[in-house]
Nanobody, 121 residues
């Protein structure tokens, strides 16, 4: 059973940066497709970014050039570096792990509890 614990969410001003972390236990991040999703109030959960087992990454069009997903195998942790944040980035950000090589759909086996990111204008 893989457990995922997100951290790093907080209140930040527009234009600022945050780095989210997703610490995994019970399995290696390198053995799974790892992803970030987000969900804003009243909206569906949406794909943010993912890293496949090969290390190949994919990012949503809405954050291309602003967000970067990475992983540290020695710390067994997935990261999301978010730059030039906008108010519309406000959401709960979730980490997910699974075997979904398509990566962008929410077909993941394991999910974290989420971390709140709030971007003020």
């Amino acid at each position: 059973q893989v457990q995922l614990l997100e951290s790093g969410g907080e209140l930040v001003q527009a234009g600022g940066s945050l780095r989210l972390s997703c610490a995994a236990s019970g399995g290696k991040v390198s053995s799974y497709v790892m992803a970030w999703f987000r969900q804003a109030p009243g909206k569906e959960r949406e794909f943010v970014a993912a890293m496949r087992r090969s290390g190949n990454t994919v990012h949503a069009d809405s954050n291309q050039g602003r967000f970067t997903v990475s992983r540290d195998n020695t710390k067994n942790t997935l990261y999301l570096q978010m730059n030039r944040l906008k108010p519309e980035d406000t959401a709960v950000y979730y980490c997910a792990a699974g075997f979904n090589e398509k990566a962008t759909t929410p077909d993941y086996k394991y999910w974290g509890q989420g971390t709140q990111v709030t971007v003020s204008s």
